[in-house]
């Protein structure tokens, strides 16, 4: 199907991963625990549900970092090894940018303290071989995972210690790899610090009486240290924009009465207080009722209000797969959602995770984002989680994952036309990888196919899907040609 495009000259077409998904090589060469090698270690931790309420109830087991898993979030698709190999599978289909994440305790595997040299020059080789391509980097900083010995030292993000301790891992990133990568994420889905403490910000139940006020005071120090490497970029790298990265939840009021549309207004206000922090440099009034009713108390520092103030981004990012549901009333039917549940909406198609697919959707948050805040948006993370198969001649027939990316790239070229300022769109797992929610490799994602199953069993070959061809053309056309 051919239709107008509107995407403009020098749009970031490309792909996302996550460091603790895909690359393996969990211990090699120097790297310390992450909280992301012990969270969701074993089949009964593959829900994110089951670890959230392991934090609460307080009940982690560190024995389990001694032991060797077959489990394949350790061994991810072992890209730390392949990663020329899967670089180049992206410039064949046209990646003008690559979003991938850098480990902390690959570089400093303590979490602060002494630097891990070939921790660095890994991520250096690995950008290097993407600009051999013309391919941008695009860097999360942190994607859901923490260095657990600064997790066990400090509680992680509860204290206010880890705010130096990340502002000197990001400027060691800034300086090695200066003059090389533009395009820069602080934290990964900010908002996910809210509901799980442990995975992102490396806090351990065990140390707090009162979970929620760690997780926000968690979230305001995440909130300093993110401003302070914004203003440190600025100043190392003035070529260089540093964005955030929300996790977008559009929530629809179930119906026209007055009390969905405020439910529907609060759920908003849940998720988008992170970025009106990151964007607008201040506390929403909002959030005030909210604390007071939660007993949490923000301690923050004379300093903080101005380092938030100057401290803001110059572009939003957002991850988007579906939209929910907000009611006044909590009877009928639920359905699994990116981090949260949500009511069924009987107007829209679930994936085979319960995942509500809405492309309609991505439209009504762009233009909700690019009204509130007007500054460019990039979309970070979109597309399908699905049950791949694999054809007897080895051919790979995903039409539903093009059908899924087609229609929300549509939705995209009608909200630029309308006027929305994106800059680009990187889907998530352009290479299939371990999923963050389930830890099982069947759920896909890429464009290209990896031999590789839930156990951690598989050759690691890589196959190009039907969608890798798809996608080459998009970009080849600018979105033209869908
Ligand atoms: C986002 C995360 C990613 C990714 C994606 C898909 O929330 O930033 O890390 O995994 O969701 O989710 P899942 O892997 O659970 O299907």
């Given at each position: 199907?051919?239709?107008k495009?509107?995407?403009?000259d020098?749009f970031?077409?490309g792909g996302?991963?996550a460091?603790?998904?895909?690359?393996?090589a969990?211990?090699?060469?120097?790297?310390?625990?992450?909280?992301?090698?012990?969270?969701?270690?074993?089949?009964?931790?593959?829900?994110?549900?089951?670890?959230?309420?392991?934090?609460?109830?307080?009940?982690?087991?560190f024995?389990?970092?001694?032991?060797?898993?077959?489990?394949?979030?350790?061994?991810?698709?072992?890209?730390?090894?392949?990663?020329?190999?899967?670089?180049?599978?992206?410039?064949?289909?046209?990646?003008?940018v690559?979003?991938?994440?850098?480990?902390?305790?690959?570089?400093?595997?303590?979490?602060d303290?002494?630097?891990?040299?070939?921790?660095?020059?890994?991520?250096?080789?690995?950008?290097?071989?993407?600009?051999?391509?013309?391919?941008?980097?695009?860097?999360?900083?942190?994607?859901?995972?923490?260095?657990?010995?600064?997790a066990?030292?400090?509680?992680?993000?509860?204290?206010?210690?880890?705010?130096?301790?990340?502002?000197?891992?990001?400027?060691?990133?800034?300086?090695?790899?200066?003059?090389?990568?533009?395009?820069?994420?602080?934290f990964?889905?900010?908002?996910?610090i809210?509901?799980?403490?442990?995975?992102?910000?490396?806090?351990?139940?065990?140390n707090?009486d009162n979970?929620?006020?760690?997780?926000?005071?968690?979230?305001?120090?995440?909130?300093?240290?993110?401003?302070?490497?914004?203003?440190?970029?600025?100043?190392?790298?003035?070529e260089a924009?540093?964005?955030?990265?929300?996790?977008?939840?559009e929530?629809?009021?179930?119906?026209?009465?007055?009390?969905?549309?405020?439910?529907?207004?609060?759920?908003?206000?849940?998720n988008?207080?992170?970025?009106?922090?990151?964007?607008?440099?201040?506390?929403p009034?909002?959030?005030n009722?909210?604390f007071?009713?939660?007993?949490?108390?923000?301690?923050?520092?004379?300093?903080?209000?101005?380092?938030?103030?100057?401290?803001?981004?110059?572009?939003?990012?957002?991850?988007?797969y579906?939209?929910g549901?907000?009611?006044?009333?909590?009877?009928?039917?639920?359905?699994?959602?990116?981090?949260?549940?949500?009511?069924?909406?009987?107007?829209?198609?679930?994936?085979d995770?319960?995942?509500?697919?809405d492309?309609?959707?991505?439209?009504?948050?762009?233009?909700?984002?690019?009204?509130?805040?007007?500054?460019?948006?990039?979309?970070?993370?979109?597309?399908?989680?699905?049950?791949?198969?694999?054809?007897s001649?080895g051919?790979?027939?995903?039409?539903?994952?093009?059908?899924?990316?087609?229609?929300?790239?549509?939705?995209?070229?009608?909200?630029?036309?309308?006027?929305?300022?994106?800059?680009?769109?990187?889907?998530?797992?352009?290479?299939?990888?371990?999923?963050?929610?389930?830890?099982?490799?069947s759920?896909?994602?890429g464009?290209?196919?990896?031999?590789?199953d839930?156990?951690?069993?598989?050759?690691?070959?890589?196959?190009?899907?039907?969608?890798?061809?798809?996608?080459k053309?998009?970009?080849?056309?600018?979105?033209?040609?869908?």
């Amino acid at each position: 199907m051919n239709i107008k495009t509107n995407f403009p000259d020098g749009f970031l077409w490309g792909g996302a991963t996550a460091a603790n998904q895909l690359e393996g090589a969990f211990l090699e060469d120097g790297k310390g625990w992450s909280t992301a090698d012990t969270a969701l270690y074993t089949k009964e931790r593959r829900s994110l549900a089951s670890i959230t309420k392991r934090m609460e109830s307080k009940d982690i087991d560190f024995a389990m970092e001694d032991k060797e898993g077959i489990y394949p979030k350790r061994t991810g698709i072992d890209h730390y090894h392949h990663y020329k190999e899967d670089i180049a599978l992206f410039a064949e289909m046209g990646f003008k940018v690559y979003r991938f994440s850098i480990s902390w305790p690959r570089i400093f595997p303590n979490g602060d303290g002494e630097v891990n040299e070939a921790g660095l020059a890994f991520y250096e080789k690995l950008i290097d071989e993407c600009l051999k391509y013309g391919i941008e980097p695009l860097v999360t900083i942190s994607h859901y995972e923490f260095p657990l010995a600064l997790a066990k030292k400090q509680n992680g993000w509860e204290s206010r210690k880890t705010i130096d301790a990340f502002v000197t891992y990001a400027k060691t990133l800034f300086t090695r790899y200066r003059g090389k990568v533009k395009y820069w994420l602080t934290f990964n889905e900010i908002n996910i610090i809210g509901m799980t403490g442990y995975l992102s910000g490396g806090i351990l139940a065990d140390n707090v009486d009162n979970f929620m006020q760690a997780q926000y005071q968690a979230a305001h120090h995440q909130f300093v240290a993110s401003a302070l490497c914004v203003n440190l970029c600025h100043e190392m790298l003035p070529e260089a924009k540093i964005g955030c990265m929300l996790a977008r939840m559009e929530s629809y009021p179930e119906t026209c009465k007055p009390e969905d549309v405020m439910e529907s207004i609060y759920s908003d206000h849940n998720n988008l207080f992170y970025s009106d922090v990151q964007i607008r440099g201040y506390y929403p009034t909002y959030m005030n009722k909210f604390f007071k009713d939660n007993n949490i108390n923000i301690v923050k520092e004379d300093e903080d209000d101005a380092i938030l103030l100057n401290g803001t981004v110059d572009f939003m990012s957002f991850s988007y797969y579906m939209s929910g549901v907000s009611s006044a009333n909590n009877d009928g039917e639920k359905t699994e959602g990116n981090i949260l549940g949500t009511k069924k909406n009987p107007y829209l198609e679930a994936s085979d995770w319960g995942w509500q697919i809405d492309p309609v959707g991505l439209r009504v948050t762009l233009h909700k984002l690019y009204d509130r805040y007007q500054i460019p948006l990039f979309i970070v993370e979109n597309g399908l989680g699905a049950h791949d198969v694999v054809e007897s001649n080895g051919e790979i027939h995903d039409e539903y994952r093009i059908n899924y990316l087609r229609l929300h790239i549509e939705q995209m070229s009608i909200a630029i036309e309308e006027g929305v300022d994106l800059m680009g769109y990187t889907p998530w797992g352009c290479i299939d990888l371990v999923s963050a929610s389930t830890s099982e490799m069947s759920k896909r994602y890429g464009f290209i196919y990896v031999d590789m199953d839930d156990e951690g069993n598989g050759t690691n070959i890589r196959s190009r899907k039907d969608s890798f061809y798809w996608y080459k053309k998009v970009i080849d056309t600018n979105g033209s040609d869908l």
